[in-house]
């Protein structure tokens, strides 16, 4: 899955509204997407191999 960086900033602006609907730290919301992108990254590597 290939993000161009435009989707990749509305997906990081979406996933911030959303946390501070949710009162989550920014902290919580970078760690969040550290690992459904290290997951999305693990998962291309094994789908290319």
Not at 8 to 36: C, D, P, R, W
Request: hydrophobic residues 30%.
């Amino acid at each position: 899955m290939q993000l161009k960086k435009q989707e990749f900033l509305e997906i990081l602006q979406y996933a911030y509204s959303k946390g501070n609907e949710q009162n989550i730290t920014t902290q919580e919301l970078v760690n969040e997407l550290k690992n459904q992108l290290q997951s999305i990254i693990e998962h291309n590597k094994r789908g290319v191999e």
